[in-house]
């Protein structure tokens, strides 16, 4: 089965590093037209668009803060201008955020995590869908994490916000149903970008990582673009309101391997 997004409109928050950036790259590869939204290192960004371009894609690069309302409105007002609307969205830019128990976290920090993770991806994923509504087609799918299922000490904030986009995109889902409109969410494991590289850098944090991974390796940024553009794609017409796990199996509870 051969996958084309040929002339879709596709837009990647966060889509200059890790995760954003594997998904942004196959989307254009599979022939979309690709936004990518940053809000720091813009010659990234840039470097990333010109190769799209230089490969024959249409691209172009977007600063917004996605936890920023008005930024967002402003974001998509581009697409607008650029393409004259939206065909796919990739909810994707989040933070982890400063770790610490939920009983010593600072306010603010913990704060910052859900406006960024959940707030933002709610500003994003309304304005899209605005768009989508009207036109009958389209595709929201968000960037959730195995956190959205398995607790994590110390990361109260973004378990909470993975947690929350498990069931906005399940709500938005059937909201959006009757409209054609398909609404999902991507829950990596371990996947090897800068957002863990304090963990797979080292022998000790990698021994710890394996004993929760099934396939025992880390996940490459790119086996969750494919599955992301699987996603968006009409391989996936049938497919609303869940949330896919792209995790090697950590979900699977490893530990119940023996014993019990
Ligand atoms: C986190 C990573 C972590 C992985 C598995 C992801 O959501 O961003 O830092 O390695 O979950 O625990």
Redesign the pocket.
């Known amino acids: 089965m051969e996958i084309s997004l040929e002339g879709k409109r596709a837009l990647v928050t966060g889509g200059n590093s890790g995760i954003g950036a594997a998904i942004a790259q196959a989307l254009s590869d599979a022939g979309a037209k690709v936004a990518i939204n940053y809000l720091s290192n813009p010659e990234v960004a840039e470097q990333m668009a010109g190769q799209m371009h230089n490969s024959g894609h249409d691209a172009l690069t977007i600063e917004a803060d996605i936890a920023n309302q008005s930024e967002v409105e402003a974001m998509f007002n581009k697409m607008d201008e650029a393409w004259g609307g939206i065909d796919i969205l990739i909810n994707n830019a ?1 933070i ?1 955020g400063v770790h610490a128990n939920s009983w010593d976290i600072d306010t603010d920090d913990w704060t910052k995590v859900i406006n960024i993770n959940l707030f933002g991806n709610f500003y994003c994923a309304r304005q899209a869908l605005s768009r989508m509504i009207p036109q009958r087609s389209g595709v929201v799918l968000a960037t ?4 959205e299922m ?1 607790a ?1 000490s110390g ?1 109260s904030a ?1 378990t909470s916000s ?1 947690a929350a986009i498990g069931m906005l995109t399940k709500t938005m889902a059937q909201e959006a149903a009757p409209y054609n409109v398909r609404v999902l969410a991507l ?5 090897k ?1 800068s ?2 590289q304090g ?2 850098d080292n022998a000790q944090g990698m021994t710890d ?1 394996l004993e ?1 991974i099934p396939l025992k390796r ?1 996940g490459e940024p790119e086996e969750v673009a494919k599955m992301a553009v699987v996603l968006v794609s009409d391989a996936a017409s049938y497919v609303t309101g869940r949330t896919i796990y792209v ?1 090697g199996g ?1 979900t699977d509870y490893p530990d119940f391997a023996h014993g019990g």
């Open positions: 989040g982890d959730s994490s195995v956190h398995i994590w990361h973004y993975k829950a990596p494991g371990a996947i970008t957002i863990n963990v797979w990582l929760k880390i995790d950590m």
